[in-house]
């Protein structure tokens, strides 16, 4: 869809619901969230789509390897193909967009912790059809949205989260996530030209390589690199 279309995709999940009173500041540093027993459905609808999701620009990945303009068609297919790779690792959507969560809440809470992350406005919280003023509720530097009473039922909450990627002057994205993408770039990129199912080869007098890729396996540096971004609990 074009950007500025409303509704363009709705995802739904059965996510266990997070205390978000054990949750660091931040969850971009990684954290480890304690599970309260119930289970929550969620669904996310997002209205305001993000341009793009890839993690690197074609100028970085042709300075980064060197290679020609002569590429650029084949390197914009690997930059989206890596990014979407890691986005799937990660279990999250990277892009700044602005989406509407609702929550179908079993037991009453007044803690609503996000799927997405990083947060960076709430724009308003339904509660079972009804606007709360702005004073019945706050976001917490977690991501949290702290209800000033408890509730239960459908509460939908309409925010925006995620980074501005790379390919703006005012990018947000962590230089973590962009270095890892470029490092698996750089993998397939030397991979180019040999057999896709070989795993490991041996050359005499050098010895033996092995390979991990084509969704094998995350290297583990690259996996190192990610995982203070990978969002747990969400399929």
């Not at 279309?5 to 999940?13: M, V």
């Not at 947060?119 to 339904?126: D, F, K």
């Not at 309409?158 to 490092?183: F, H, M």
């Not at 040999?194 to 690259?222: F, H, K, N």
């Amino acid at each position: 869809m074009d950007d500025g279309d409303t509704a363009s995709r709705t995802t739904k999940s059965n996510l266990p619901a997070l205390n978000g009173s054990d949750m660091p500041c931040s969850r971009v540093q990684g954290c480890k969230a304690t599970l309260i027993l119930t289970l929550r459905n969620t669904m996310i609808t997002v209205i305001e789509k993000a341009s793009g999701q890839n993690l690197t620009t074609l100028a970085t990945v042709l300075d980064e390897l060197d290679a020609s303009m002569d590429d650029s068609a084949r390197l914009d297919r690997l930059i989206a193909s890596v990014s979407s790779t890691i986005a799937r690792f990660c279990n999250r959507t990277f892009a700044l967009e602005r989406v509407v969560e609702t929550f179908d809440l079993s037991l009453r809470t007044d803690k609503l912790v996000l799927s997405r992350w990083p947060v960076t406005e709430v724009v308003s919280v339904m509660i079972n059809g009804d606007t709360l003023a702005p004073s019945a509720w706050k976001l917490g530097v977690d991501g949290v949205v702290y209800l000033a009473l408890p509730y239960l039922g459908v509460v939908e909450v309409d925010y925006r989260a995620g980074y501005v990627l790379p390919d703006s002057t005012d990018r947000t994205l962590p230089a973590d996530i962009e270095q890892a993408a470029l490092k698996l770039i750089n993998l397939e990129w030397s991979s180019r030209g040999r057999d896709p199912l070989l795993r490991s080869e041996i050359v005499e007098g050098i010895g033996r390589t092995d390979y991990q890729v084509g969704g094998v396996a995350m290297p583990a540096d690259v996996a190192s690199l990610l995982a203070p971004y990978v969002l747990p609990g969400v399929a």
